[in-house]
């Protein structure tokens, strides 16, 4: 088991610290699937209390059981175990660097369930890494980042990721009543706090560049 201080230095090491500075300016298109990314971590395909239990097996027995670790870690989150699960989670990033295919799924699930576990500004910074990790422009970034920036009260930077994903596909995102079609992932809660972003886009839709 880590230790605090050898579990932040996994973290910090592998995730990189995210300043206060203000968000990169949005591009202008995000068409890129990026379907790697958004995908669950599945190293077993059990489920329930067996998938734990065969996980926790792994993980014990084995210190570099990344992909492993980071499910267990999604189910000890869903669970509400969110101080296990960021354990399990930095386990398997101190496994794994950014070359690793399973890197940026891993980060992409953490960023949801440190949201979900009501900490937006870890999703932030973890969605925020995937961002400039490479350079890619992936469909997910837009509405995604505009989540995590209202939910921080950064209000002004979520419309204008906002207004991307409307560039990108006026059609579909013009109007909330596409979100559960669009995202299917989500919760009716995270469409609810999206539709806010699309109205106060609606009310001034911002120009680009």
Do not use: C
Request: proline fraction near 6%; glycine fraction near 4%; avoid cysteine.
């Amino acid at each position: 088991m880590f230790t605090r201080s050898l579990l932040a230095t996994a973290l910090l090491a592998v995730t990189g610290v995210v300043s206060a500075q203000s968000m990169p300016k949005p591009a202008e298109f995000y068409f890129d699937e990026d379907a790697n990314t958004q995908r669950p971590v599945q190293a077993v395909r059990e489920t329930g209390e067996a998938a734990m239990a065969k996980l926790a097996k792994v993980v014990e027995r084995n210190p570099r059981a990344k992909g492993e670790a980071a499910q267990l870690a999604h189910m000890a989150m869903e669970a509400g175990r969110p101080e296990l699960g960021r354990q399990l989670y930095g386990r398997a990033l101190a496994a794994i660097d950014r070359s690793d295919a399973l890197w940026r799924s891993v980060v992409w699930n953490y960023g949801w369930d440190l949201y979900r576990a009501g900490d937006s500004e870890g999703a932030y910074t973890q969605w925020r890494t995937l961002m400039e990790s490479r350079a890619v422009t992936a469909s997910w970034m837009p509405p995604t980042m505009a989540l995590a920036l209202w939910s921080l009260d950064r209000k002004d930077e979520a419309v204008q990721w906002y207004a991307a994903a409307v560039r990108t596909e006026p059609q579909l995102w013009n109007t909330s009543a596409n979100f559960a079609r669009l995202l299917p992932g989500w919760t009716d809660s995270e469409r609810a706090t999206l539709a806010e972003v699309q109205a106060a886009w609606a009310q001034n839709p911002p120009t680009w560049p």
